[in-house]
Structures are given as C-alpha cells and as structure tokens.
C-alpha cells in the first residue's frame, strides 16, 4: 500500500532563505509526482508535474527533483517571500491499471515566509 | 478558459439533511476527480469518473455516498443522511485525458453539517 510523507510538517524562514521540502513515497511504482500549493481556506494550485521518467521540473523560482528508486522528491524555491506562504501538497499516481485515476497526497508542509 | 467550477462554495446542512455538491470541469476535460479534506488530515480520494460510467470508486463511504458524471452538465456528489463526520472540504478536479495529464483543482465545496 502506497503512503506518501512530507516532512517537516511545518517550516518557518526568513525572507530571502532557500525553501527545501521533502516528499517520500513507499511504494516506486509511480506514473508522475505533483506538486500543490495550498493556500488557506482555497483550493489547490498545482506548481510542477514529473513524471516518472524525468529527474526534474523547474518554473521560475521554483525546481523539483525525483528520484524514483528511492522514493522521494524534493521541493526547492529559491529567495523565498512572504507570498510563498502556505501549505505544499506532494501527491503521486500510480501506475496503470492500480487505482489509475487516483492521486495519493502527503500530509503537506506548512510554510511561512517572515519578512 | 475558466477553471473547474464547484457550487456552492459553503453549504450548511442540519444531520440527517442531504448535501449535492456539483462541479463542473474545465472546459475539454471528461476526467473528474472527487477528494475530501478532513479537519487536520490531508486530502483523500473519494472517486473517479468519466462521462456516464464510474472508473473508481475505491475511495467512497460504502453508505449515503453517491456520484455521477451524466451526459449533460455537472458532475455531482451527493450525500445522503448527513451526519457530523460529514464536515470538511470537498475538491473536484478534472484532467483531459486519465494519463499524463495533470490534475486541475477547483476551489473547493466546504460543507459543514450542525
């Protein structure tokens, strides 16, 4: 049975300070990791997709790493500011035909950014 | 291209009352997701549909939890019976196709049951 973990729970840093949030994953049969954005009371904003195949996924400030045959993937967001507060959402698929449709989500990290 | 669409955006039901909560996906796309987000716990699938058949729906309460995707307009949930565990967040997401597309979220149904 898949179960996904992001550790820390919670993360608090400075203005300006690198972001690195960490996803773990049991089972490496996986089609694609995504990565959320969770602001409070919303709903979610999906910031990277890697698939299974791919080592990572960069968007601005904003890269992710998997590493498929250990389980995990990285979040990175550079010079963090105050509007990246919020909660980050891993979540992965698994591959045809177990549960195709469904996507599996960690617990998240719930991030503040101080000025 | 709007974004996928969910009504209401809260919804107050007294136990025992029934809570439909509809959503309608982006335009082009004839995957919908259901997921509920419980008070301090993550989100968790609850079904997988495409237009007129149900794929999974693994994740559903065996009783008073129904789902539909019809021909013509939204996909709804319904929940018979409510009851106080109920209360949480409801998300829809729709992709084009069940593969390799990503998963786009709506913002949310939050029903909360008194």
């Known amino acids: 049975k898949q179960e996904v973990t992001q550790i820390p729970a919670a993360l608090s840093v400075p203005e300006g300070e690198n972001l690195v949030l960490n996803c773990s994953f049991t089972?490496?049969?996986?089609?694609?990791l995504q990565w959320f954005r969770q602001d409070p009371g919303k709903g979610l904003t999906s910031l990277l997709l890697?698939?299974?195949?791919?080592r990572e996924q960069t968007s601005g400030r904003l890269n992710a790493s998997l590493d498929k045959s250990s389980g995990r993937s990285t979040l990175y967001i550079a010079a963090s500011q105050p509007g990246d507060s919020a909660t980050y959402l891993c979540?992965?698929?698994?591959?045809?035909?177990?549960?195709?449709?469904?996507?599996?989500f960690g617990a998240g990290t719930q991030v503040v950014v101080t000025p | 291209n709007a974004g996928v669409m969910q009504n209401p955006r809260h919804l107050v039901r007294r136990r025992g009352q029934e809570a439909r909560l509809r959503c309608s996906p982006m335009?082009?796309?004839?995957?919908v997701y259901w997921y509920r987000q419980l008070p301090e716990e993550g989100l968790k699938f609850m079904v997988y549909?495409?237009?007129?058949?149900?794929?999974?729906e693994s994740g559903m309460p065996k009783e008073r939890f129904s789902a539909e995707f019809p021909k013509e307009g939204p996909s709804i949930l319904r929940i018979q019976q409510v009851v106080r565990g109920d209360s949480a967040a409801y998300f829809c997401?729709?992709?084009?196709?069940?593969?390799?597309?990503?998963?786009?979220f709506g913002p949310g149904t939050r029903l909360t049951v008194t």
């Open positions: 335009k082009g796309h004839s995957h």
């Open positions: 549909l495409q237009k007129e058949n149900i794929i999974d």
């Open positions: 890697i698939q299974s195949s791919q």
């Open positions: 089972d490496s049969a996986i089609y694609n």
């Open positions: 997401a729709s992709s084009p196709r069940s593969a390799e597309g990503k998963q786009y």
């Open positions: 979540a992965v698929r698994p591959v045809w035909p177990d549960s195709w449709g469904k996507l599996q």
